[in-house]
Nanobody
Framework: QVQLIESGGGLVQAGGSLRLSCAAS????????MGWFRRAPGEGREFVAA????????AYADSVKGRFTISRDNAKNTVYLQLNSLKPEDTAVYYC????????????????WGQGTQVTVSS
């Protein structure tokens, strides 16, 4: 069993930045992949970024490449998502999730999910 808690969301103006955190606890030794997904009102869950727990491999959605950066601090059992050059279309609830294999952009195959943190970007 793995528990995930997101934090760091908030309200920012277009062009601004935020840093999201996801703290993991429990059986963290079973984690191979940590991913970030987002859900805008009335839309489905969208893949944002993923990182292997080793940190050697990362993946990003085309819509966020060059603007978002995923990283991890294994000593703190925490994964981060740095959001730069934010756009109004980035407004969504952001979720972190864990998988015991490299599943990248397939949300239904991730094992555990956090409660989500709201990111709102104004024009």
């Amino acid at each position: 069993q793995v528990q995930l808690i997101e934090s760091g969301g908030g309200l920012v103006q277009a062009g601004g930045s935020l840093r999201l955190s996801c703290a993991a606890s429990g059986r963290t030794f079973t984690i191979y992949t940590m991913g970030w997904f987002r859900r805008a009102p009335g839309e489905g869950r969208e893949f944002v970024a993923a990182i292997s727990w080793s940190g050697f491999t990362t993946a990003y959605a085309d819509s966020v490449k060059g603007r978002f950066t995923i990283s991890r601090d294994n000593a703190k059992n925490t994964v981060y998502l740095q959001l730069n050059s934010l756009k109004p279309e980035d407004t969504a609830v952001y979720y972190c999730a864990s998988s015991n294999v490299w599943r990248v952009s397939e949300p239904n195959k991730y094992n555990y999910w956090g409660q989500g943190t709201q990111v709102t970007v104004s024009s």
